[in-house]
């Protein structure tokens, strides 16, 4: 079983920036692919960023890509995703994600495990 804890949401003025992170308990975090999701109110939980155990693979999705950097630290057993340039658009509950094979995915139902979220609200 892996917890993950989110951190770091708030609300933020366009073109502003946040730093989420997501702590993961255990020892095998290095052994995990991670990712970030988000899902607005009304919407389908939607792939944000996804980074491989030894981060070398990177993927991210259109609408965030060039603004936001997902980055892990494997001695910490966190997950970050820097957010720049925000958008209204970006307003969501950002969840990170425990893909336990190990590789990078867009594919939600590939994931394993889940954190409760992090309110991230952007003010136009």
């Known amino acids: 079983q892996v917890q993950l804890v989110e951190s770091g949401g708030g609300l933020v003025q ?4 946040l730093r989420l992170s997501c702590a993961a308990s255990g020892r095998t ?13 009304g919407m389908e939980r939607e792939f944000v960023a996804t980074i491989s155990r030894s981060g070398g693979s990177i993927y991210y999705a259109d609408s965030v890509k060039g603004r936001f950097t997902i980055s892990r630290d494997n001695a910490k057993n966190t997950v970050y995703l820097q957010m720049n340039s925000l958008k209204a658009e970006d307003t969501a509950v950002y969840y990170c994600a425990v893909q336990s094979k190990g590789y990078s995915s ?4 590939e994931y394993d495990y889940w954190g409760q979220g992090t309110q991230v609200t952007v003010s136009s």
């Open 106 to 109: 867009r594919w939600r139902n």
């Open 14 to 17: 366009a073109g502003g920036s």
């Open 29 to 41: 975090f290095s052994n995990y692919g991670m990712g970030w999701f988000r899902q607005a109110p």
